[in-house]
């Protein structure tokens, strides 16, 4: 089977262009998408640019069935349960990928207009539809922060399932602590515009600890604003036990008994690293 062009990331600037490159099936493995883009053959990369402000373009196409969107407030077991949900070689799980949160970025700094942004974002998202494998189904977890733009994201796709996962903030700022990149970088940003954005006031919080753990919060809130109809709240550790008989039904996916046992296989395995390696509980790598 060809291969076809997917988006690697988005250069943010006023007028995002998503680069794509011909990649194997095996990019969706990894427990991040571009960590699996990254680890590809790098000599002589096809790529093609995909210029978002375009109305997307994929002549005779048919596309994979988009499943769900699944949201989180970081360090909860997202990455977890997408492993889980690759489980089955009919489930394409898009972990994370910068051609969204580049996208993002670029409607924050650059102030670009809403119509443009959701535009954007259904050319990306249709891109990852593409077929390839034996893909059937697709769903998209996204980077944490990116539940602040929720509305965006029913504004494109009203009637697909989304999920949110959650922790209590206390445990999820203690391992931010210990791990943490994407907003937990932005306390050392040279300017807080990032900060101001998200959190939506002034001054902002005085000590690292403090910025966590209102960040964190404001997932949650912002979780709160999503069209409940289409809506499963999850807690961590709780999903493991629910995976078939509430994120499965949910996302309206069929897993064979020998699926649903590699999928709780994956809980005894740390869940973001590359290699496989033993999960221990007081890493909380999760």
Same mark, same amino acid.
């Given at each position: 089977?060809?291969?076809?062009?997917?988006?690697?990331?988005?250069?943010?600037?006023?007028?995002?262009?998503?680069?794509?490159?011909?990649?194997?099936?095996?990019?969706?493995?990894?427990?991040?998408?571009?960590?699996? $883009?990254?680890? /590809? &053959?790098?000599? +002589?990369? =096809?790529?093609?640019?995909?210029? *978002?402000?375009?109305?997307? #373009? %994929?002549?005779?196409?048919?596309?994979?069935?988009?499943?769900?969107?699944?949201?989180?407030?970081?360090?909860?077991?997202?990455?977890?349960?997408?492993?889980?949900?690759?489980?089955?070689?009919?489930?394409?799980?898009?972990?994370?990928?910068?051609?969204?949160?580049?996208?993002?970025?670029?409607?924050?700094?650059?102030?670009?207009?809403?119509?443009?942004?959701?535009?954007?974002?259904?050319?990306?998202?249709? $891109?990852?539809? /593409? &077929?390839?494998? +034996?893909? =059937?189904?697709?769903?998209?977890? *996204?980077?944490?922060?990116? #539940? %602040?733009?929720?509305?965006?994201?029913?504004?494109?796709?009203?009637?697909?399932?989304?999920?949110?996962?959650?922790?209590?903030?206390?445990?999820?700022?203690?391992?931010?602590?210990?791990?943490?990149?994407?907003?937990?970088?932005?306390?050392?940003?040279?300017?807080?515009?990032?900060?101001?954005?998200?959190?939506?006031?002034?001054?902002?919080?005085?000590?690292?600890?403090?910025?966590?753990?209102?960040?964190?919060?404001?997932?949650?809130?912002?979780?709160?604003?999503?069209?409940?109809?289409?809506? *499963?709240?999850?807690?961590?550790?709780?999903?493991?036990?629910?995976?078939?008989?509430?994120?499965?039904?949910?996302?309206?996916?069929?897993?064979?008994?020998?699926?649903?046992?590699?999928?709780?296989?994956?809980?005894?395995?740390?869940?973001?690293?590359?290699?496989?390696?033993?999960?221990?509980?007081?890493?909380?790598?999760?």
């Amino acid at each position: 089977m060809k291969k076809p062009y997917f988006p690697v990331y988005t250069r943010v600037g006023p007028n995002p262009v998503a680069v794509c490159e011909k990649l194997p099936v095996q990019v969706f493995e990894y427990p991040f998408f571009n960590d699996g $883009a990254a680890m /590809q &053959p790098r000599s +002589n990369p =096809k790529r093609k640019e995909l210029r *978002l402000q375009a109305d997307p #373009i %994929f002549p005779n196409q048919e596309f994979l069935k988009l499943k769900g969107f699944i949201f989180h407030t970081s360090h909860c077991g997202s990455t977890l349960l997408s492993n889980m949900l690759k489980s089955s070689k009919q489930t394409r799980i898009v972990a994370e990928t910068e051609a969204i949160n580049g996208l993002l970025l670029s409607a924050i700094f650059y102030k670009l207009d809403k119509e443009e942004v959701l535009r954007g974002l259904t050319t990306i998202v249709s $891109a990852y539809l /593409q &077929p390839l494998g +034996n893909a =059937k189904n697709v769903i998209f977890k *996204l980077t944490s922060w990116n #539940i %602040f733009f929720i509305e965006l994201f029913q504004k494109a796709y009203p009637n697909v399932p989304w999920i949110f996962i959650e922790r209590n903030s206390a445990d999820v700022v203690k391992s931010l602590l210990k791990n943490g990149r994407g907003f937990v970088e932005w306390w050392y940003h040279p300017t807080d515009l990032l900060q101001k954005y998200f959190l939506g006031k002034n001054p902002q919080p005085e000590t690292f600890d403090a910025y966590l753990f209102e960040m964190v919060e404001a997932h949650k809130a912002a979780a709160q604003k999503g069209n409940s109809s289409n809506k *499963l709240a999850l807690e961590y550790p709780d999903f493991i036990n629910e995976f078939e008989s509430r994120v499965l039904l949910h996302f309206n996916l069929n897993f064979t008994n020998t699926e649903l046992e590699v999928a709780l296989e994956k809980t005894k395995f740390d869940a973001k690293s590359i290699e496989k390696s033993e999960f221990l509980k007081d890493e909380e790598t999760v």
